[in-house]
């Protein structure tokens, strides 16, 4: 879980932004696969559609990262296209605003520590020094 919170929500106009602020953060996730994957050369048909499921499995599969990252990487994911298929569909009409806070706070947190791996990934690649300290880092 998020140590700050990103938003309070305290009606159904927070949810709306936060959710808003949550697909913005999921597409530049999207993008810095892409970007990852395109520079690294992971062959797929056709990069542009390819999804991040596909996209991380490909990645994991070539040997770029670890099994543990990998799963890390995929819960992420799974959160991700929740936000994006579910819940607004089955979710959203809950009144519970603390606990849709929490739980859309952790999701950003969680895709914005995912951003920062990959992120280091295209660094490293880039012999850029200094990576972003995440939670999905073998300690």
Do not use: C, W
């Not at 990852?36 to 990262?65: C, D, Q, R």
């Not at 799974?78 to 819940?87: D, P, S």
């Amino acid at each position: 879980m998020a140590k700050n919170k990103f938003f309070e929500i305290k009606d159904y106009d927070g949810i709306y932004i936060a959710v808003g602020k949550i697909i913005k953060a999921s597409q530049e996730l999207e993008q810095l696969f892409k970007r990852y994957a395109f520079l690294i050369g992971v062959e797929t048909p056709n990069l542009e559609i390819s999804t991040l499921n596909t996209l991380n499995e490909k990645l994991h599969n070539k040997g770029f990262y670890d099994d543990k990252l990998y799963m890390d990487l995929k819960k992420v994911i799974i959160k991700r296209n929740y936000i994006n298929h579910v819940f607004f569909i089955e979710h959203s009409n809950n009144n519970d605003y603390e606990k849709i806070s929490n739980k859309l706070n952790s999701i950003y947190f969680y895709i914005f520590e995912a951003s920062d791996v990959i992120q280091n990934f295209i660094d490293n690649y880039s012999g850029r020094l200094g990576n972003r300290p995440t939670i999905f880092d073998n300690k």
